[in-house]
């Protein structure tokens, strides 16, 4: 064994040293990790993203509807039913079957056809996942890939500290990006407002009902009381005059709900007839410029790690390898 090799194998030694005395390995390495992600990105489709930013508006107009604005602010403030409490109620809503439905037969301008179809005849797909695809038993239906490719085009995110939202549609399209990502804004538009007028149709129908029932015992209240006062026109016993206190609180009590339940039916009838958007848009959609993927620096930097730790493990592996057959 010469001696440099011998004095190598043998005594202490660093894993920064050892990995730095291959490092025409690293070189080499890291050249076919950058090559590997330009060839990869080179067969990616391009897609842009194209957004939407609106401001959530789930909030009834009190101060209009009679309420004082201590009674408006704290209504809002532990209003469950506003959208923007709940961060992902509008990803979820725009993600939903029923929604996905409605997207794939929004007309595609310049394509002549819909989403659905234009996904089927003009979407590309990379060169691996053709060839993955003609040598794979896919289960998937047509109908749920498209499903699957439109449900992740299409994301949400909503700011419950500023009270936004921004819908997002990726596409290979730019074109159809925007138009698209205008579309999700006017179907969940819609959505919103017949779920708020529906909402509020059942809460006009529960006002009138329990206003009836407040009346009915308001109404029977006065009628007993009307009757004991022209019964007993002259109250001189205690019992009598205890009674006729009993009576005019009843009375008195069930004027009072009756009054209030007149009130929530007045609100309840006035939000149903009041229509509203159910947000404002803050930064319409814009055709992207510039794509949003693929990333060849992302690629790039997740390549090169990945050969850096390959090459490590490698280095330090062939010499712990040595070290055993030393000993051996």
């Known amino acids: 064994m010469p001696a440099d090799q011998s004095s190598h194998s043998q005594g202490s030694w660093s894993a920064w040293s050892e990995c730095t005395r291959h490092w025409r390995a690293y070189v080499l390495a890291w050249a076919v990790a950058i090559a590997a992600a330009f060839v990869i990105c080179a067969g990616i489709p391009n897609t842009y993203s194209a957004q939407v930013k609106i401001a959530d508006e789930h909030k009834e107009s009190d101060l209009l509807l009679g309420l004082n604005a201590f009674a408006s602010w704290a209504k809002g403030a532990i209003n469950e039913r506003q ?17 996905i439905d409605e997207m794939k037969q929004v007309r595609v301008e310049g394509y002549g056809t819909d989403y659905y179809h ?52 990726t596409d290979q399209d730019p074109l159809v990006a925007a138009m698209l990502v205008d579309s999700v804004r006017q179907h969940l538009q819609h959505r919103l407002v017949e779920h ?8 006009l129908m529960t006002a009138a009902s329990k206003m009836e029932q407040a009346k009915q015992r308001y109404e029977k209240a006065r009628d007993e009381y009307t009757r004991f006062a ?64 693929p990333s060849t620096f992302g690629y790039s930097l997740a390549f090169l790690f990945l050969a850096t730790v390959f090459v490590s493990w490698w280095a330090l592996g062939l010499r712990k390898y040595k070290e055993y057959k030393t000993k051996a």
Not at 83 to 99: I, N, Q
Not at 254 to 276: H, L, N
């Open 83 to 99: 959208g923007v409490r709940l961060p992902d109620v509008y990803y979820r809503l725009v993600t939903s079957p029923s929604f």
């Open 118 to 169: 234009y996904i089927l005849r003009h979407h590309k797909s990379s060169w691996w996942e053709q060839f993955a695809k003609a040598f794979s038993s896919d289960t998937l239906t047509e109908e749920e890939r498209v499903t699957e490719v439109i449900r992740g085009s299409i994301r949400s995110k909503v700011s419950s500290k500023y009270g936004t939202i921004v819908l997002q549609v």
């Open 196 to 203: 708020s007028r529906l909402r509020a149709f059942r809460d």
């Open 230 to 293: 022209d019964t007993h026109a002259d109250l001189t016993s205690p019992k009598a005059s205890s009674m006729e206190d009993h009576l005019l609180k009843e009375y008195e009590h069930t004027f009072e709900s009756y009054s209030r339940e007149c009130e929530q039916y007045i609100r309840a009838k006035a939000i149903v007839d009041k229509f509203s958007f159910k947000f404002a848009v803050l930064k319409n959609a814009t055709v992207p410029h510039q794509s949003a993927g």
